[in-house]
C-alpha cells in the first residue's frame, strides 16, 4: 500500500469557498494537483493508493479528507475543479464531527475530524519524510507498504519536524532540484513502480 500524507497548512476546512478561485481558498489548486498525480495516471486508478490530505486552515481546523483508491468510483474527472469539488464536499459532510470522529462520504472518501500528528502516529511503519538533504530515493529500496510526508507550497515547521524525526522518518529527497510537491508524488510513484510495486500497464 502507498500511503501519501500532504499537510496543507493554509488549507480550508470548511467547505465555505468557491471553486472559481482556488489560490485563494490556501492554495487548494496545489493540493488538487497533488491529489490528481497521487491517483491517476494515464486515464486510469492508481490501485493501493490512499492519499490522506491534513488541513490546518480556518475556520473548523483540524480536518483529513481521505481518498482510498481501491474503494473509488468515478469522480468526475481530475481536473483542479473536479477534485477540489470533491473535497469540498467530503468536508461538507465533515461538519460538525467530534474530534477523531470520522465519517464516510462515498466510496473511497471519508472526512475526520484529525490533525497532522494523529494522521501520522496511525501510519508510523515504514514512514518517509520529503527533506532536501535526505538520501537519493535511488538509492532506497522501499518496502511494499511506505508512508510518504510532506508539505504543499509552505514548508514543514521546525517543531513537526524534530515531531517526524521522533517517530523514525526517514528523510528522503527526490533529486537535486527543489519540485513542487506535486512533482514528487509522480518520481515517487515512478520509483516504486520500477522496484516492481505494481503492476505495468501500457
Not at 48 to 69: A, C
Not at 125 to 138: C, K
Not at 150 to 172: E, N, Q, V
Request: glycine share 8%; aromatic share 8%.
Amino acid at each position: 500500500m502507498r500511503n501519501f500524507i500532504l499537510r496543507a497548512r493554509k488549507g480550508p476546512t470548511t467547505p465555505d469557498f468557491s471553486l472559481d478561485d482556488l489560490s485563494r481558498v490556501g492554495r487548494l489548486e496545489i493540493v488538487a494537483h497533488c491529489l490528481a498525480n497521487a491517483l491517476f495516471y494515464s486515464q486510469n486508478i492508481r490501485t493501493d493508493t490512499v492519499v490522506h490530505l491534513v488541513f490546518d486552515g480556518p475556520s473548523d481546523p483540524p480536518k483529513t479528507v481521505r481518498f482510498e483508491s481501491d474503494q473509488l468510483t468515478y469522480l468526475g474527472g481530475f481536473d483542479e475543479r473536479t477534485l477540489a469539488g470533491a473535497v469540498q464536499k467530503a468536508l461538507s459532510a465533515g461538519k460538525g464531527l467530534s474530534l477523531g470522529e470520522e465519517r464516510q462520504v462515498d466510496n473511497g472518501l471519508f472526512v475526520a475530524k484529525k490533525g497532522f500528528e494523529r494522521v501520522v502516529q496511525d501510519r508510523t511503519e515504514s514512514l518517509y519524510v520529503l527533506e532536501r538533504r535526505g538520501a537519493d530515493i535511488r538509492t532506497v529500496t522501499f518496502p511494499q507498504d511506505v508512508t510518504f510526508v510532506f508539505s504543499d507550497h509552505l514548508t514543514m515547521p521546525k517543531k513537526t519536524a524534530k515531531y517526524l524525526r521522533r517517530l523514525g522518518a526517514k528523510p528522503i529527497c527526490v533529486g537535486p532540484r527543489m519540485l513542487f510537491a506535486s512533482q514528487c508524488i509522480v518520481l515517487l510513484h515512478n520509483e516504486l513502480d520500477r522496484q516492481g510495486f505494481g503492476k505495468m500497464i501500457y
